[in-house]
């Protein structure tokens, strides 16, 4: 994953740790609190976002220390499309231009420009240089995009 991929997930983890549990075993303290737990709403949903959250921390935890965390300014990839890099790129069908970066699955997010390494279109671009064509196979047929720049921020 990228340096500001961990980042984003070491600032959920600490979130999660510092003000949802804490916040999540009031609730269910105020829940006992009033009594027969059986036919309690209130704690039952509280016991189940506990879980949740619980889940979620030891998700987050054994992504981190799994993770190779790679800074896409510390590349060295001889102008070469590689997992971090910011690839500007032109479809040759309606000349429209697209930025996008490649990253992790867990970092994707097509609207903030960020698309995973697993996709297609990210695969397509891999081991490409700039000028290269980008061959896609999409619902509609193949897609072929240029490759006008990439940069690695």
């Known amino acids: 994953m990228t340096l500001t991929g961990a980042e984003n997930l070491r600032a959920e983890l600490k979130r999660l740790k510092t003000v949802e549990r804490p916040g999540v075993v009031a609730a269910i303290a105020e829940a006992r609190s009033h009594g027969d737990l059986s036919e309690?709403?209130?704690?039952?949903?509280?016991?189940?976002?506990?879980?949740?959250?619980?889940?979620?921390?030891?998700?987050?935890?054994?992504?981190?220390?799994?993770?190779?965390?790679?800074?896409?300014?510390?590349?060295?990839?001889?102008?070469?499309?590689?997992?971090?890099?910011?690839?500007?790129?032109?479809?040759?069908d309606s000349g429209e231009t697209a930025t996008y970066q490649i990253v992790g699955e867990d970092e994707a997010d097509i609207k903030a420009g960020k698309i995973s390494v697993r996709s297609p279109l990210a695969r397509a671009l891999i081991g490409k240089y700039e000028g290269d064509i980008a061959r896609v196979q999409a619902p509609g047929g193949v897609r072929e995009y240029e490759i006008l720049g990439i940069r690695y921020e």
């Open 40 to 92: 309690n709403a209130e704690y039952d949903a509280a016991k189940e976002r506990q879980g949740f959250i619980e889940g979620r921390i030891k998700e987050i935890e054994g992504k981190l220390a799994h993770a190779q965390v790679i800074d896409p300014k510390l590349l060295d990839a001889d102008g070469r499309c590689v997992f971090g890099a910011t690839v500007v790129m032109e479809d040759q």
